[in-house]
């Protein structure tokens, strides 16, 4: 029989997301957008919560809690709903970890987990996305040559999150120029790498809160035993459908908020002598808001699962949960500014910030992991 009540950590993590995203998160979100940052402190509240670290190895310093797809979705997902930028940030040290926890060398881990399980935010990040109106993941245009006792790299990156600040990197790169899922390999890259050359920030539609940069790799020298799992590589379809699962939730989350909030003020605003949420198209606009959310969610959940048990399909439904929630943030996030009318366009009220963010998710390719 399928079930889908969390298990008593689960929930505790979930409630312990929700309660930060409701308390630091949701009251800074305004000003954050306005002032394109993300405070500080916030990072560091998120950090000392253990929301990347915690499942990091005892071995290595960490909590030693049990990873999950499903645990890190319900987590994304409540972060998101405070607010879409601030939590990119905070889980961007994911990014970096969560595949040299699972993929990497022994040395690898020796060197680089015990640096996420200090007591300060680390600043830390992987480059995916390609700035080419065809990027695919199976063809990345950033290409790696192997030369001598190393890599070269050549490319250019963007939408890396706190990619002009961070202090490690995961580059990817696809082997020799071929295409294919098997050839794209992971390169460890420290800050200020000969060849690893930061752009300026980028002025994005939405997330504006948070750093987002071009890089430009030109003839990056990486060691041969920079490359993530050596010789042996990594399973990189496995490391695109766990970021797929995070930016699912990380949709239900923006889109919720955006339905919750035209819900209550639906109720609220009277207009010919009734709250406009008797009007039956008001009604029938919340309704499918409301399911729609749950399915995306639901295709979230499942993919996660799935990927956890490590089932065969994962990837192709880790592929269609993200594929649908792509579309249906726009279209929830689109539907709660109308319901707000006039007021909708208005900074004031969160709703047209929620439509921007919500737009960027076919965009935000490699941006999230759980």
């Not at 109106?133 to 890599?151: I, Q, R, V």
């Not at 920079?226 to 939730?249: H, I, M, P, Y």
């Amino acid at each position: 029989m399928v079930s889908f009540m969390p298990s008593e950590d689960q929930k505790m993590i979930q409630d312990m997301a929700r309660d930060f995203a409701v308390n630091e998160l949701r009251p800074k979100a305004h000003d954050c957008d306005e002032k394109d940052t993300v405070p500080e402190a916030t990072l560091q509240a998120g950090w000392e919560l253990g929301m990347v670290n915690a499942v990091i190895p005892e071995k290595y310093g960490g909590a030693g809690m049990e990873r999950s797809a499903v645990t890190g979705a319900l987590m994304a997902e409540e972060l998101a709903w405070g607010d879409l930028s601030m939590a990119m940030a905070l889980l961007a040290p994911a990014l970096f970890a969560y595949p040299v926890m699972e993929f990497g060398t022994d040395p690898q881990k020796d060197k680089y987990l015990p640096k996420f399980c200090g007591g300060k935010y680390l600043k830390a990040t992987s480059a995916l996305v390609e700035p080419y109106f065809n990027f695919d993941l199976s063809s990345l245009k950033t290409k790696a040559e192997k030369k001598g006792n190393g890599y070269l790299i050549n490319g250019d990156k963007c939408l890396v999150p706190i990619g002009l600040n961070a202090e490690l990197y995961l580059v990817w790169a696809s082997l020799e120029g071929k295409p294919g899922y098997e050839n794209v390999a992971g390169f460890i890259v420290e800050k200020g790498a000969a060849g690893l050359k930061l752009g300026e920030r980028e002025k994005n539609m939405g997330i504006k809160a948070l750093e987002t940069a071009e890089l430009k790799l030109e003839n990056l020298q990486v060691p041969v035993e920079n490359r993530l799992g050596g010789e042996a590589g990594c399973d990189f379809k496995r490391v695109a459908a766990l970021s797929w699962v995070a930016q699912t939730a990380l949709a239900a989350g923006v889109a919720r908020s955006s339905f919750e909030y035209g819900r209550d003020y639906a109720k609220e605003r009277v207009a010919f002598g009734e709250p406009i949420a008797h009007r039956q198209a008001i009604a029938f606009m919340l309704a499918e808001m409301g399911w729609e959310v749950d399915a995306a969610r639901l295709l979230g959940w499942e993919a996660a699962w799935k990927l956890d048990v490590k089932k065969p399909d994962a990837f192709k439904d880790a592929y269609l949960a993200k594929l649908y929630a792509d579309q249906m943030a726009v279209w929830v996030t689109d539907c709660g500014l109308q319901i707000l009318g006039g007021h909708g366009y208005i900074r004031e009220h969160p709703v047209e910030m929620w439509l921007r963010n919500g737009r960027g998710f076919a965009a935000f390719e490699g941006m999230a992991i759980v």
